[in-house]
């Protein structure tokens, strides 16, 4: 079964408790964290915080031994850059199989990085740009890395428009609109996607994920679990889709997400044209996806957090001449 379609673990805080003390020997105090379809806890030991990640039972342990090994990657390659890194227990393992009323979990514990969700930090030019050199950071110390894992068919993929096809009915009325992008990516970029550069990327650079001190900086990203291959320019595009939400004029501050990439992992003019439509695209698997999971798990409100914004967003640009946006945002971008 998809991991969409499986109920999220259902622990107790006090279960968890159990586990950790049993697996890595830690009297915690813990507390529940939201999540899109795992289940997290924000475990405390002293002066010391770890989160517990337990994910959801139809999650392929290939795709865990992924982001661990990715983590690791990066961390070997820019040991400044603050990641989620796994914890291991006595023996040095790192995923452990929990199991509940018959089904297995896995999970692992991972150390806690401080600081704010970029969600309820006060966006500006300049937080903006650094938050692309950071994204720009990040993909220059994936460079290199490779998984199979990494070669799935996953419906967060940008290229993957069939899940939005498959699922569109449930937007009902609303489902000419993500026809319209479909039709702009498939007329515009399908026919240069060859030209655009492909690599593994963490794909969910999302205001839930990325985290800024109290300055404002970006200091770490978190839930490495989106993770695929295909267009390495997705990866600015994802956060842009994000950052430009709620706002009554996008193009600036997503221009300053994009040059701070471009300045740190140089961009071609191919794939400058192609961010517009995938930053569309995504926000279309947003509201595709919440329309769909939150039938099955209503009581789940993350699922739903970006739609409205999403939706206000697309209904707003399905009138607005892709191509210029492109031209304006080069045009901040050179600026």
């Given at each position: 079964?998809?991991v ?26 813990a ?12 475990c ?20 865990l ?44 514990l ?9 969600k ?17 950071r ?52 399908l ?33 490495f ?53 995938l ?24 699922i ?32």
């Amino acid at each position: 079964m998809s991991v969409f379609k499986s109920p999220q673990p259902n622990y107790s805080v006090a279960s968890v408790r159990q586990l950790i003390e049993m697996h890595y020997g830690l009297n915690v105090h813990a507390t529940i964290l939201n999540s899109e379809r795992d289940q997290n806890f924000l475990c405390s030991y002293g002066e010391k915080k770890y989160v517990l990640k337990i994910s959801n039972p139809s999650e392929d342990r290939a795709v865990l031994e992924m982001q661990n090994s990715c983590i690791q990657f990066i961390h070997k390659h820019d040991p400044d850059l603050k990641i989620p890194l796994s914890i291991a227990d006595e023996k040095g393992d790192v995923i452990k199989i929990f199991e509940k009323d018959g089904t297995k979990f896995l999970a692992r514990l991972v150390e806690y990085i401080p600081g704010c969700f970029l969600k309820d930090a006060t966006h500006h030019k300049h937080m903006l740009y650094e938050l692309g050199l950071f994204l720009g950071r990040l993909r220059i110390a994936m460079n290199g890395f490779d998984h199979p894992a990494g070669h799935r068919i996953f419906a967060w993929d940008v290229t993957n428009v069939d899940f939005i096809k498959e699922h569109k009915h449930f937007l009902q009325s609303r489902k000419e609109i993500v026809d319209h992008f479909i039709n702009q990516y498939e007329d515009n970029i399908l026919p240069i996607a060859s030209q655009l550069r492909k690599a593994i990327i963490h794909n969910d650079g999302n205001d839930h994920n990325v985290l800024v001190n109290e300055h404002g900086k970006t200091c770490g990203i978190i839930d490495f679990g989106d993770m695929i291959y295909t267009y390495i320019v997705c990866e600015p595009a994802v956060c842009m889709a994000y950052v430009a939400l709620g706002k009554e004029k996008p193009l600036e501050p997503i221009a300053q997400v994009l040059k701070g990439f471009h300045e740190k992992f140089p961009l071609t003019h191919k794939e400058f044209s192609a961010v517009m439509y995938l930053l569309c695209l995504r926000l279309c698997i947003t509201v595709t996806m919440a329309a769909y999971r939150k039938q099955l798990f209503p009581e789940n409100k993350y699922i739903s957090s970006s739609e409205n914004l999403a939706w206000e967003f697309l209904e707003r640009m399905q009138n607005q001449d892709l191509k210029k946006w492109s031209d304006q945002l080069v045009e901040n971008v050179e600026s």
